[in-house]
């Protein structure tokens, strides 16, 4: 059985940027909803998981820090599924 996978900062703003067709470095810190909810779709679908978020966890990410401490907890709570 493999490691469960990791996802970083640069991954977190290559998909964003995958939405918003603009320069993954274009140093934008803030997610809005519609951007969240692109990117945990995308996440979903590349890692083939399912993520549970509640409440609290989606206002954590609401900035690209917030979103990818949520996204690799969650990567790692699968991983051990």
């Known amino acids: 059985m493999g490691r469960p996978p990791r ?3 640069t991954e977190v703003l290559a ?4 939405y918003r067709e603009r320069a993954a470095q274009d140093g934008v810190e803030q997610i809005d909803s519609l951007e969240l909810a692109w990117l ?3 996440v979903e679908q590349r890692y083939q998981v399912r993520l549970d978020l509640g409440d609290d966890q989606l206002v954590r990410m609401a900035t690209v820090p917030g979103a990818v401490g ?3 907890e969650q990567l790692q709570e699968c991983g051990h599924g």
């Open 15 to 18: 998909l964003l940027a995958t």
């Open 40 to 42: 945990i779709h995308q």
């Open 7 to 9: 996802i970083d900062r």
């Open 70 to 72: 949520v996204l690799d």
